[in-house]
């Protein structure tokens, strides 16, 4: 594109070319003004890691809390055996 930020953003990582962004310019890479690809390198993720450290602590305290479940519901199920010996 000859603006690429002219792109118009449609979810996390969909794009829609608009008129101020020009229409795509298609063809092999490394040829003219196209970027090149550098085989075997590393490139930057594009994960919002805030967001998923966030789900991941709202799962551990999900776990935390179907264990602490499941320790109360075992205590009153061996009190229970307790009080009718």
């Given amino acids: 594109f000859n603006n690429s930020s002219g792109l118009l953003r449609n979810g996390d990582n969909i794009?829609?070319?608009?008129?101020?962004?020009?229409?795509?310019d298609v063809g092999a890479a490394g040829v003219g003004?196209?970027?090149?690809?550098i085989p075997s390198a590393l490139e930057m993720s594009n994960v919002d890691l805030a967001r998923e450290f966030t789900n991941m602590i709202i799962a551990q305290r999900g776990?935390?809390?179907?264990?602490?479940?499941?320790?109360?519901?075992?205590?009153?199920?061996?009190?229970?055996?307790?009080i009718k010996r």
């Fill in 15 to 24: 794009w829609t070319a608009t008129s101020s962004s020009g229409t795509a």
């Fill in 33 to 37: 003004n196209r970027g090149s690809l």
């Fill in 63 to 82: 776990f935390q809390s179907n264990a602490r479940t499941v320790s109360t519901a075992d205590e009153m199920l061996q009190e229970l055996v307790n």
